[in-house]
């Protein structure tokens, strides 16, 4: 043990002190020695607790992957991700590798189940803001004694240093996923489009080929096959390569309660809202759409905080999920208060403007906010083709399933 640093018998994990810094007292190393090691140790016994309610909160977000299983996935992923952390903060060094394997893990499985890039990165986010109240919490009650108010901003430092590095590797992994999925997509794609193209190349040879009688050569089957295979072909790329296709797999988006996303914008805003004396009250609803989740907790964040800045203490601003036409997912902010919600021109432009941008609609008026998401249907809704297509068993009348090589130098 480095002299001068008390010993904590409740702390088992590794400890490596680092050599002092120039100028720096030995009192406040050891003293932040010893937070570090009083929090790791913290993390480390509360991790099973700190994931199970961490997966109570984001449960709701992936209502299409919330059996048994699943759960109990999420849950064992995040108690190792808190337990990583812990070590982090624990022992010196470098970054770990099993930190790094870790990430992509957590990645690779986050795309597995269907969550977006946004999902990942957010869930990973609120699992570190727990870890850190949690510590803020015992730091409170004298289980994490900081010698400084230094030492606390540090501790907490060198945890989100820690979480970079997992966050990181899952951004990696869930990319890497994402790219392998792509690359087979297109290899099923190239292979089921060159299957009707190949009939339609060898019925025009077959036309053109002089040895073969020309009786043979006007038979009207072979006009059939090529407007049969035409047909195939013009439907395969407007469903396959159509913009809905396109946004289905942009990574973008997901099925998600609306609650859930005005939950976490009214949680993300509880500190503005208070400093207003302005309550935010959450209608109930059980509507789950898929849409772009990021956008739309990104517009909604800014209109919400608009109408806080606006707003007069002892206001009531309330969330509603109106009905809204097929194809579109609706929110609408109203107010307490005589007037609209927001009534600055400025802000009211620059919101518009957000908006176009985001792809959404939203329309501002005397009485509340409305705004308004397109729904993207799932893979089959989309266009995705029947398992037999999938499978490259398009109807070719010459070559049939058996053209199984796509051509493509290193294609999977």
């Not at 010698?147 to 970079?164: E, N, P």
């Not at 942009?250 to 998600?256: D, F, S």
Request: proline share 4%; with cysteine.
């Amino acid at each position: 043990m480095h002299a001068g640093v008390p010993t904590d018998r409740e702390v088992s994990l590794p400890f490596a002190p680092p050599a002092p810094d120039a100028g720096t007292r030995p009192v406040e190393l050891a003293e932040f020695a010893v937070a570090r090691r009083q929090g790791a140790a913290l993390l480390e016994r509360r991790a099973d607790d700190i994931a199970a309610r961490w997966e109570a909160q984001v449960r709701a977000l992936l209502p299409e992957a919330t059996g048994a299983d699943a759960t109990s996935s999420r849950v064992e992923r995040a108690a190792s991700v808190i337990r990583s952390l812990a070590t982090s903060l624990a022992a010196e060094g470098g970054t770990s590798d099993d930190a790094v394997a870790l990430g992509l893990a957590v990645g690779t499985a986050a795309f597995g189940a269907g969550a977006t890039l946004h999902h990942l990165l957010r869930t990973l986010d609120l699992l570190v803001a727990m870890c850190l109240f949690v510590m803020e919490e015992a730091a409170s009650q004298g289980e994490v004694r900081a010698g400084s108010v230094a030492d606390g901003v540090r501790l907490c430092r060198r945890l989100q240093q820690a979480a970079g590095t997992i966050t990181l590797a899952a951004a990696r992994g869930y990319s890497q996923a994402g790219t392998g999925v792509t690359q087979e997509r297109f290899r099923r794609l190239r292979h089921d489009l060159r299957n009707p193209l190949s009939t339609i190349r060898s019925a025009l040879e077959l036309m053109a080929d002089e040895s073969v009688p020309e009786e043979a050569r006007r038979n009207p089957r072979f006009r059939a096959m090529i407007e049969r295979n035409a047909t195939t072909l013009d439907r395969m790329i407007v469903t396959r390569l159509g913009d809905a296709e396109a946004r289905s797999g942009a990574g973008t988006y997901q099925r998600i309660a609306l609650r859930v996303v005005a939950c976490a914008v009214r949680r993300d805003l509880r500190a503005d809202a208070d400093a207003r004396n302005v309550s935010v009250v959450v209608a109930s609803s059980s509507q789950s759409v898929r849409v772009d989740a990021a956008g739309l907790e990104l517009l909604l964040h800014n209109v919400l905080l608009a109408a806080l800045h606006e707003a007069k203490p002892g206001d009531t601003l309330t969330l509603e999920f109106p009905d809204s036409d097929e194809g579109q997912a609706a929110l609408a902010l109203g107010t307490s208060a005589d007037g609209a919600p927001i009534s600055d021109a400025g802000t009211r432009e620059r919101l518009e403007s957000l908006a176009t941008v985001l792809g959404a609609w939203l329309n501002i008026s005397q009485e509340r906010v409305t705004l308004a998401f397109p729904e993207v249907p799932t893979d089959r809704e989309a266009g995705t083709p029947s398992p037999a297509l999938a499978r490259g068993e398009a109807r070719n009348d010459l070559g049939g399933a058996r053209q199984s090589d796509d051509r493509q130098p290193g294609a999977l």
